[in-house]
């Protein structure tokens, strides 16, 4: 307890489900976190555009190679980081692109060696040269995603986008209050559940059980969402939201020198990947 009243912590849980939590402190080489969250959007969405346009698999595998470089060295070492980089996005390279070397059409690469056959059906392989790059092409998107993704929270997004590219705040802080009700409907269902398990309701195993006890969790949801939302809209009356053109906001998201450095920086990278391979031949 402190002079001024007692000291909230926020928790790992609450963190990771609540998008008002702040974010964990990070040493200074973890230099993600101190951009502005439009420059990590701006930066890689053109060579995300571009990547839609590809068809070899060196220039996805480049593109994935830098993504990883970012987020190893500008983003924070955390178990999620680590399953995404490691084993989500490889698998699901590897997965899709399988997927679509069966689906690739075997007239366009019937010249290539054929790698399996089972009685009228062949796998070339061509196809799954096709099916790997379009797995890498996705990977490279997603991995460029979450350069922005796991390294800005909502909160600040909607200030920068507010701030920098003049959306209406009545927009985004509404999104934002909406957003808002995903951690609040996950709070409201433990506390159901575990009201069901002290009272015996909807108890025993199966499917019929488990589609009773989720037919028992509708109603008491929907109350509280209803009387969240009135809250919700009880307090953005009483302070006059959507009274004025503008707002006074206490934390700013200032578009730095930093910020136009990092966007350049990454441009002037991809344009050279770009320039060096050349994916779309002459």
Do not use: C
């Not at 190679?65 to 084993?87: D, E, N």
């Not at 099916?131 to 997004?157: S, Y």
Request: glycine share 8%.
């Amino acid at each position: 307890m402190s002079a001024t009243g007692p000291v909230l912590t926020v928790g790992p849980a609450e963190r990771r489900f609540d998008p008002y939590a702040a974010g964990e402190s990070a040493s200074g080489i973890r230099f993600l976190y101190g951009l502005n969250p439009l420059a990590k959007l701006f930066a890689p969405i053109p060579v995300i555009v571009l990547l839609v346009f590809v068809r070899d698999a060196a220039t996805p595998a480049a593109f994935l190679v830098l993504a990883y470089v970012l987020l190893l060295v500008g983003a924070r070492f955390t178990l999620r980081l680590v399953l995404f980089l490691a084993l989500a996005i490889p698998l699901a390279a590897l997965v899709l692109g399988l997927g679509f070397s069966m689906w690739t059409d075997a007239a366009l690469v019937d010249a290539t060696p054929v790698v399996w056959q089972v009685g009228g059906w062949t796998l070339y392989r061509g196809a799954i040269e096709i099916g790997l790059a379009t797995g890498l092409r996705l990977a490279a998107i997603v991995a460029l995603t979450l350069v922005a993704g796991l390294t800005t929270t909502g909160p600040d997004l909607v200030r920068a986008s507010v701030q920098q590219l003049r959306v209406p705040y009545r927009i985004g802080y509404t999104a934002l209050a909406a957003f808002r009700f995903v951690p609040r409907f996950g709070h409201e269902l433990d506390i159901i559940r575990q009201a069901h398990r002290v009272r015996g309701a909807h108890g025993g195993r199966g499917p019929f059980s488990a589609l009773a006890r989720w037919f028992g969790y509708i109603v008491p949801l929907m109350a509280g969402a209803i009387r969240h939302a009135e809250r919700v809209a009880l307090a953005m009356d009483a302070r006059a939201f959507g009274a004025h053109p503008d707002r006074t906001e206490r934390h700013l998201v200032p578009w730095r020198a930093r910020d136009t450095v990092f966007v350049a920086a990454f441009w002037a990278v991809s344009a050279v990947i770009l320039v060096i391979l050349f994916p779309w031949g002459l």
